[in-house]
């Protein structure tokens, strides 16, 4: 629990209010007792039910919020929250949202959107999986995103905390993070048909393990494990990086990273791989196993890469990097 409520500070998730409201909105009741968020039950598949879709769902809301659309059945649609606040979308108990085959579609698109949230959902195909983007604060709980044509998740110039999410089987990336910052805690990003996860432009990328395990796994996919690039910046904390097709982590283009609880280790390329004028320190009293077949586990390009204490925080990892350097007097 502290490892969530971490990651939700640092994005600044706004909290939503609770307030006693009973309304009617055209032939669907929107209600909500003392201390609860406002209802409506999507049953998608249902011809008998009054709201057969997530969109009709939404529209139904209108000004009341915060609210929570509680879904249930395959729904078939691609779903837009654009200018929207405060809104959960809500497995009940579970639910699936099918974006289709056209790759230009997103199977859900959230844009210019403060607070919105996703729970017990599975989201399948589509271009992207889901999108959010254009300032937007997005939340997904225990949601699954897979066979996306493209990239699982995109966040841009957002943030996005996932919690015990998994992010499999797409097309492209798994998450591509684009001048945006997202928490990872717990969960995976696996088989997918690139990177597991990029950051770039300044993106900020925190994955930890759940509180107080598992850790979070990025593993078996078709490309690194992470990628970061452009001055971003990726800080793990309970992680394992494994299987993939790639380096284990690259860090390039003035990037930096810290990493304490990591194991990264068996995949194909080098485990860390720290490029041109990019740093990378090591961190935890020899908490980290760094280990592959490719040797050195951590190779520094040149020009003015380096790491810092990799040799007692990470013991037995093989490197080209050069030693630490005593400070200045």
Do not use: W
Request: aromatic share 4%; hydrophobic share 35%.
């Amino acid at each position: 629990m502290k490892q969530i409520l971490y990651l939700l500070t640092i994005l600044s998730l706004p909290v939503a209010t609770h307030s006693q409201i009973s309304t009617k909105v055209d032939a669907a009741e929107v209600t909500a007792s003392q201390g609860k968020n406002p209802q409506i039950s999507v049953n998608c598949g249902n011809q008998r039910a009054k709201v057969k879709t997530i969109a009709d769902g939404l529209k139904l809301l209108g000004n009341v919020r915060p609210a929570v659309l509680l879904i249930s059945g395959t729904c078939h649609e691609n779903v837009v929250i654009q200018s929207f606040d405060k809104v959960t979308l809500q497995g009940n108990p579970t639910a699936t949202i099918d974006g289709g085959s056209d790759p230009n579609v997103s199977t859900v698109f959230i844009a210019d959107s403060r607070n919105v949230q996703l729970t017990s959902l599975t989201i399948t195909g589509g271009g992207d999986g889901l999108d959010c983007v254009q300032q937007s604060y997005c939340l997904l709980t225990q949601v699954t995103v897979q066979n996306a044509q493209a990239n699982g998740i995109r966040v841009g110039a957002s943030r996005t905390a996932l919690l015990e999410t998994v992010i499999e089987n797409n097309g492209a990336e798994g998450m591509d993070i684009n001048s945006a910052s997202v928490g990872v805690v717990g969960g995976s990003v696996k088989g997918n048909g690139t990177a597991g996860i990029s950051v770039r432009n300044g993106g900020i990328l925190g994955v930890a393990s759940d509180d107080p395990a598992p850790y979070a796994n990025i593993e078996n996919n078709l490309g690194p494990g992470i990628v970061a690039l452009s001055h971003s910046t990726v800080s793990l904390n309970g992680v394992n990086i494994t299987g993939n097709s790639g380096d284990g982590v690259t860090i390039q283009n003035a990037s930096e990273m810290t990493a304490l609880l990591a194991n990264i280790s068996n995949n194909t390329g080098h485990q860390v791989r720290v490029g041109d004028l990019s740093f990378v320190r090591f961190a935890g009293f020899a908490s980290n196993t760094i280990t592959g077949s490719s040797f050195p586990d951590v190779v520094c390009d040149p020009q003015f890469s380096t790491t810092r204490q990799l040799a007692a925080n990470a013991p037995g990892a093989t490197t080209n990097c050069p030693p630490d350097v005593p400070s200045a007097p």
